[in-house]
């Protein structure tokens, strides 16, 4: 499928299930190199990020641990500027390596304003991995470890990716398309 439609908005491919899968094996395997021996923590960001931290720790072979965490700032198409606080981070971080995934990072908002939370608890090391980095629409900068793809400040869909909800169980990521 090269066009999908949801809600009212029509969204074309832009990137392919094997390219993805592609730069989910690449990832992991320099978080093998980097945390061998060291069992870092992952913290994946709900909602987006479930099927990205799926896939990256299904190709991880270093002993590793998960948690998920939700910390919803977005709705529709445009960021809200609201940061909820997080739900479910009930493990302890100090002294591990931890490790953040994130499906996006759009103005980098969400992420600033969660790491003060983290770093009280005092982790050993910290790095954050993200899918999708939107540079041109970053408003708070932040070191990221890895990034999947720079892409356009345009909205996307796909891969965990939601419009109003919908579009998370496509295999594929998508742009919204111009209006015609
Ligand atoms: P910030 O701006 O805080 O945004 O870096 C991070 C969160 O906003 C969501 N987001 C998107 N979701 N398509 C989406 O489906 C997008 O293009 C998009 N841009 C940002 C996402 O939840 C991310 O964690
Ligand atoms: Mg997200």
């Known amino acids: 499928m090269s066009i999908v439609t949801l809600h009212d908005k029509s969204f074309t491919i832009y990137l392919s299930e094997e390219t993805i899968q592609q730069k989910v094996r690449e990832l992991a395997d320099a978080l093998n190199r980097e945390y061998a021996g060291r069992r870092p ?14 896939d990256i720790f299904k190709h991880l072979t270093v002993e590793s641990e998960i948690c998920f965490i939700k910390l919803a700032s977005y709705r529709g198409t445009k960021s809200t500027g609201q940061v909820i606080t997080a739900i479910g981070l009930d493990q302890d971080l100090y002294d591990r390596d931890v490790v953040i995934l994130e499906d996006i990072v759009d103005t980098g ?20 991995v993200t899918l999708l980095h939107k540079s041109e629409a970053t408003k708070f900068p932040l070191s990221l470890a890895h990034v999947g793809f720079e892409i356009p400040d345009k909205f996307v869909v796909g891969y965990g990716l939601d419009y109003d909800g919908l579009g998370r169980n496509l295999k594929e990521i998508y742009q919204l398309a111009p209006d015609v």
């Not at 923590?41 to 799926?54: H, V």
């Not at 992420?111 to 050993?124: A, D, G, I, S, T």
């Open 41 to 54: 923590l992952f913290i994946a960001i709900l909602n987006g990020s479930f099927m990205f931290a799926s």
């Open 109 to 128: 908002k969400t992420l600033h304003e969660f790491l003060p939370q983290l770093h009280h608890q005092q982790p050993r090391s910290f790095a954050i």
